[in-house]
């Protein structure tokens, strides 16, 4: 099978290359690292991907056990790889691994990741010892919070997975990923503060609010509908950040109703009840381009996220906001609404963690539209998991000659039943990409949207105050004057020398344009002060 992104096995691998290759199972993910045997020790780097060549004298014995071994001591767990693996291996060679090693600590991680994986059940020797071991390396990929760790005495391993096996993203934790999740964001909302106010940024909130909705419906293609602009805008300014996490059919149906409104083709709102694929239509040809679980692991694997969340507490927020936010779009567990809740996450997370104050929103979905390269970096961290399936299962889909309607409404003739060969890659899909991606954005949001935003606010207000220092007149009808003067390139408009003919008088608009000319630039010349100060040595 040819996976995008995916290396081919090494000539003479071992570790998970080697189970890889001797039982004929490939993970649709990239396997982080890969071990071959060599003339010398070295390690090649590949975009935090590793290769790493061993002497002959580290080959292991050419059994499931040696190199299951291997990869638990010296590479980094796949548990996509190892759900796929166990399915084909089966339990024997497990079980006789344990009886073989009772006390030995990979013997019993093993153990315990097989169980975990799979459902099914090994035989624990009764003379079954040794020191409790963690269950994944925490260094080398996310592991929950250590106040989140359980013991499970059964295998003596502490279960420090950041999930459940309904729902566990893997995070590897490189260099590149930590820079990325250590971005410290309110620092650079310190610095907005300190360049504004904090009275002008949460003045500004309102307009950020409309703003980041009118661009979060831009990215879906529909930016022109005021009415569902406001609404989500009055829904993120309400619900972020409060109340539970919309993670149950209860809580989604609540916030579902509020984003749709009343007029909706969903007649049952919540989890959905119907099949789903992500695509567009070219010539009234239906083209896949994602497909989502079925409607009977919805819920369990929205468990499975809160049971991340609650596991990673205290941990980087930005990390937890990308997992969340883009968790929940490829769980997709709504029949509409999807991408307005995913990107509703993100600020929600930030604000439940304490990074973003209330009511502030960041509008990140300004940055993921301010240009055709953002938008198809957005589009191209979602092929991230969705390109590898589809590779995968395209030739599983189908389009029946029959329409069903389901109970949430919708009607489909979409069919997909090779479930269980999707199924690994959506209950352990590999985020780091997108917590690498969504913390380049909150960085962009905080120094380049938010600040122009409130720089364009800053100078609206002094140009208000100033225009009415000329002719006294009320806050809407300066903005709406003001508005005039940008889009008539300062001439007065007979629109507004109709409605206020003082503004027609001798001398009047001059002064009106000269007083609004000058606050423009007061503000241009601080802030370019303020800029020098904070722009890095």
Known sequence: MNIPDQKPLPVTPIGAAWLAKEFGVSPLGRLPVMSQIGYRRSTLVDDGFRMETFPEVMRPLPELAAHLQFHLRHEIVHLEFLARLFKVAGPDQLQTWILKEPTGRYARRAAFLYEWLTDEVLHVPDNLGGNYVDAIDGE???????????????????????????????????????VAADLDVPALFGQLSAEFGEELLLRAAAWMTLRESKASFT??????????????????????????????????????????????????AGLRQSPVFVGETVRYQEVVHYVAP???????????????????????????????????????????????????????????????????????????????????????????????????????????????????????????????????TWRYPDLGAHVVYLSKVIARTLTEQMREESKYLRRHQRARAAIKEVVEMPDHQADRLLRSMEQNEDQLSNVMAKEMPVLAQPGVWAAIVGAASQAFKSDESMSNEVVSRYRPN
Not at 232 to 242: E, N, P, W
Not at 365 to 380: C, F, L, P, W
């Open 140 to 178: 080398g990929l996310l592991a929950a919070s250590p106040d989140k760790v359980l013991k499970v005495a059964r295998w003596r391993v502490n279960d420090n997975l950041p999930g459940t096996k309904f729902f566990c993203p893997t995070v590897v934790m490189t260099d590149k990923l930590q």
């Open 219 to 268: 990215i879906e293609g529909e930016s022109d509908r005021a009415s569902r602009i406001q609404r989500f805008a009055d829904v993120m300014a309400r619900r972020t950040g409060q109340g539970p996490l919309p993670l149950t059919d209860a809580t989604l149906a609540e916030l579902q109703q509020e984003i749709l409104g009343p007029k909706t083709t969903v007649v049952r």
């Open 294 to 424: 079925p409607v009977s692991d919805l819920q369990d694997m929205l468990d499975g996220l809160q049971t991340f969340l609650n596991r990673t507490q205290g941990q980087s927020p930005v990390l937890r906001s990308a997992v969340a936010a883009f968790a929940f779009v490829y769980i997709h567990p709504m029949a509409d609404g999807n991408g307005r809740v995913h990107r509703f996450l993100i600020n929600d997370i930030l604000r439940r963690d304490g990074v973003i104050p209330d009511p502030v929103i960041l509008p990140v979905s300004a940055v993921i539209t301010s240009d055709a390269g953002e938008r198809r970096a957005y589009d191209h961290i979602l092929d991230q998991v969705s390109r590898p399936l589809m590779m995968a299962i395209r030739e599983k889909v189908e389009f029946a000659k029959v329409q069903t309607t389901y109970p949430d409404g919708v009607t489909s003739n979409f069919v997909f039943n090779a479930h269980d060969l999707a199924r690994p």
